[in-house]
């Protein structure tokens, strides 16, 4: 496999997920997506000190660097946080006795955000000449 055929995919990646957590995020504050208190789970709504459109403002700014942190290109470290970010969300839908097909979702598009930090930490960038480098070793994957 070559890294040029990497770049497309790469893009993909970074301009869906960083985008995608971007608006997410701004959503909180319009709520235009979605009622995103209802996607509290009660179990943390109980436990949190302030309300859960207070929570949910919160959690749209942290989105919001995420998703612009991938956007401006700290792809490795955007698409870990919102790997692990998204990973904690379906747990929060699980909890909730509802929303599955929600927490599959969002448990695919953690994968995705894995996927683009792996591909950048194998040296797939926007920088067409970055060599690709097998995981583990320093050499190149040619096809």
């Known amino acids: 496999m070559k890294t040029d055929r990497l770049i497309a995919p790469w893009w993909a990646l970074r ?3 960083g985008a995608a957590a971007f608006l997410a ?8 997506l979605a009622d995103w208190t209802a996607y509290v789970s009660p179990l943390a709504a ?3 000190p302030f309300s859960a459109a207070t929570f949910m403002h919160i959690v ?3 989105e919001m660097a995420v998703g612009l942190a991938i956007l401006a290109g700290l792809t490795q470290l955007g698409g870990y946080v919102a790997d692990a970010w998204l ?5 929060n ?3 909730t006795g509802h929303y599955f097909d929600v ?3 969002d448990v695919e598009m953690a994968i995705a955000a894995f996927t683009l930090a792996r591909l950048t930490e194998a040296g797939v960038t926007a920088d067409e ?3 690709a480098v097998a995981y583990g070793s320093a050499r190149r994957v040619t096809a």
């Open 46 to 48: 109980h436990v949190l």
């Open 25 to 32: 995020g701004l959503d909180k504050y319009f709520n235009i």
């Open 87 to 91: 990973l904690g969300i379906a747990v």
């Open 60 to 62: 749209g700014v942290i």
């Open 15 to 17: 301009v869906g997920l």
């Open 103 to 105: 927490a599959v979702r």
């Open 93 to 95: 839908l699980v909890t």
């Open 129 to 131: 000449k970055a060599p």
